[in-house]
């Protein structure tokens, strides 16, 4: 599991506070380890869960993502997905 915080505003009252991802049930998909779940946390309160059953990405791209052999560069590259 990976987790993502951050300091945001609830969406309905614009208050300040604590946002929190939380990522986790990974599986390979076109040779990349993608995570399928999301779940968001209000200043502890979950908010929102997100399931992706599938990802579609371009395959140059992965190739191209895949390719780079310098960890900085890779991390400076964005691979967009789209998600089913």
């Not at 987790?3 to 309905?12: D, E, F, R, T």
């Not at 390979?28 to 399928?36: D, F, G, K, V, Y």
């Not at 052999?69 to 089913?84: E, I, V």
């Amino acid at each position: 599991m990976v987790k993502q915080a951050y300091l945001g505003q609830h969406p309905m009252t614009r208050a300040p506070g604590t946002v929190e991802n939380l990522f986790s049930d990974y599986r390979l998909e076109q040779s990349l380890l993608l995570p399928h779940r999301q779940v968001r946390r209000l200043d502890g309160q979950e908010v929102m869960t997100v399931t992706v059953n599938a990802f579609e990405a371009n395959p140059a791209m992965i190739r191209d993502f895949q390719a780079t052999p310098n960890r900085r560069t890779r991390r400076s590259k964005t691979l967009t997905l789209k998600c089913g």
